[in-house]
Nanobody
Framework: QVQLVESGGGLVQAGGSLRLSCAAS????????MRWYRQAPGKQRELVAT???????NYADSVKGRFTISRDNAKNTVYLQMNSLKPEDTAVYYC??????????????WGQGTQVTVSS
């Protein structure tokens, strides 16, 4: 069974940094695109950052220059380095992976979410 396990959230002061991690279980064949989303209270889930299997990245305008997405294919893990955090970055952060499982089926999987709270 495929699982994505997130870690690294927490409480930080404005201007601080956090690093989120999302590790996929070993029961997969390969991972295509990986993404980080976030959802603030009362708001829709929004796409924050994307990284393809080839390493191409893309960011929401609101986080460009502050957040960096990366991946370690050997560890089936995606990271989100968040610097210069702002109170408006407060949200539950979710990782998403489009991957191929051992049965060679392709699908989208989600992590359980990790809370990031930025105090002013």
């Amino acid at each position: 069974q495929v699982q994505l396990v997130e870690s690294g959230g927490g409480l930080v002061q404005a201007g601080g940094s956090l690093r989120l991690s999302c590790a996929a279980s070993k029961s997969i064949f390969s991972i295509n695109t990986m993404r980080w989303y976030r959802q603030a209270p009362g708001k829709q889930r929004e796409l924050v950052a994307t990284i393809t299997s080839g390493g191409t990245t893309n960011y929401a305008d609101s986080v460009k220059g502050r957040f960096t997405i990366s991946r370690d294919n050997a560890k089936n893990t995606v990271y989100l380095q968040m610097n210069s955090l702002k109170p408006e970055d407060t949200a539950v952060y979710y990782c998403n992976a489009n991957l191929i499982n051992l049965a060679k089926d392709t699908g989208d999987y989600w992590g359980q979410g990790t809370q990031v709270t930025v105090s002013s």
